[in-house]
């Protein structure tokens, strides 16, 4: 669950929903700035998917006793969160091979500098994973999906730009990931640096350079869960009580 904490509640966006809109995203991004079109449909699959892997856990938020907020997706335990994203990842497989190699990357990504014992046996398996499925690419071009995976990732922050900060928001007052632009991006900039984002009012957003073939809309899902309805019954049945909201964002050059 992606959280954020308004005065009297809490905006919670559920991780798939939050792929989606990565999805909706890149699917207009210029073909111009990638290597080739070869794998795009499959690397767009894996944007839409990637999350797909928190569809169960989100459908129960559960409470952080000690930062007095619902678990979201960055403090989540460690241990379910793992588990889900091998299954996540086992189940986008089934579907797209190469989908699921962009997401295995994705993955270990997250835990790259981790000495974690738990974080090491997962990004052992996802190795062999990642070592199998290249099998199924003789004629892989390394280049090319490196190009898809920083596309996926980039897929990712975007989303969670749009997720994470207040509609509007100041540059100076944004979330800190993304202050500086987004990682992993230079190489869509023509002067190797990275893509900045910037909320140009509520509804509308920019990118500099702009990475999109035209300008475009997109719709985010929500509840605005109510603090005192979670101390009346508990977050779990709070989310489930608010209603699903709908905002349209506007990407504009």
Same mark, same amino acid.
């Given at each position: 669950?992606?959280?954020?904490? #308004? ?18 995203? #890149? ?64 189940? #986008? ?5 190469y989908a699921s190699l962009l997401c295995s990357l994705h993955f &270990? ?10 974080c090491l046996v997962f990004l052992t398996g996802e190795a062999r ?13 390394? /280049? ?16 969670? =730009?749009? &997720?994470?900060?207040e509609p509007g928001v100041a540059k100076e007052d944004e979330h ?9 991006? /230079? ?61 349209? #964002?506007?990407? =504009?050059?």
């Open positions: 669950m992606i959280i954020r904490e #308004i005065k009297d509640s809490f905006i919670m966006i559920r991780q798939h929903d939050h792929a989606f809109l990565s999805g909706e995203l #890149i699917k207009h991004f210029k073909p111009s700035l990638l290597k080739s079109d070869a794998f795009f449909d499959d690397a767009l699959y894996a944007a839409y998917q990637h999350d797909r892997s928190w569809i169960g856990l989100d459908e129960t938020p559960i409470w952080n006793d000690r930062e007095s907020i619902p678990f979201t997706f960055s403090d989540y335990p460690l241990l379910p969160k793992l588990a889900f994203y091998k299954i996540g990842v086992d189940e #986008i497989e089934r579907v797209n091979t &270990c990504s997250f835990f790259s500098q981790s000495q974690n014992k738990d994973r990642q070592m199998n499925l290249r099998e199924s690419f003789p004629d892989l071009d390394e /280049e090319l999906l490196q190009q898809h995976f920083h596309l996926l990732q980039f897929s990712d922050n975007l989303s969670l =730009y749009l &997720c994470l900060n800190p990931w993304f202050k500086n632009g987004f990682q992993n991006t /230079e190489m869509f900039h023509p002067e190797n640096q990275p893509l900045m984002a910037r909320w140009l009012n509520e509804k509308e957003v920019t990118l500099e350079p702009y990475p999109f073939e035209k300008e475009f809309h997109v719709s985010l899902q929500y509840k605005i869960v109510v603090k005192s309805l979670i101390e009346e019954v508990g977050v779990a049945e709070a989310y489930e009580k608010s209603d699903m909201k709908e905002r349209m #964002i506007f990407i =504009y050059k």
